[in-house]
């Protein structure tokens, strides 16, 4: 049984750094990306970023282009979302996200109901 669990949410101030971590389980993730989505109260959810397993590439959304990082360690089966500059709009539950991805390469405009496995989010909070 796959299991995603995110780690690291937090209350920010604007302008300030979070890192979120995903720890995968129970499957090998060759072929899949991992990624991230976010949902604000009222909205709907939205593509953060990912990343794939094999080969590393790293995809994002518009709104956190230059700001945030993905990045994993394949040893521990973890992802990470490296967030900085972080803006009150950034405030939303993070999501992490599976989508198997070998002969996907516009991976940041795959919807969310087409991704396969999810975790149940952490909380990430920036204050103005």
Avoid: H
């Amino acid at each position: 049984q796959v299991q995603l669990v995110e780690s690291g949410g937090d209350l920010v101030q604007a302008g300030g750094s979070l890192r979120l971590s995903c720890a995968a389980s129970g499957r090998t993730f060759s072929g899949y990306a991992l990624g991230w989505f976010r949902q604000a109260p009222g909205k709907e959810r939205e593509f953060v970023a990912a990343i794939k397993w094999t080969g590393g590439n790293t995809y994002y959304g518009d709104s956190v282009k230059g700001r945030f990082t993905s990045s994993r360690d394949s040893a521990k089966n973890t992802i990470y979302l490296q967030m900085n500059s972080l803006k009150p709009e950034d405030t939303a539950m993070y999501y992490c996200a599976g989508l198997l991805a070998s002969s996907v390469t516009g991976i940041e405009l795959v919807p969310a109901r087409l991704w396969a496995y999810w975790g149940r989010g952490t909380q990430v909070t920036v204050s103005s």
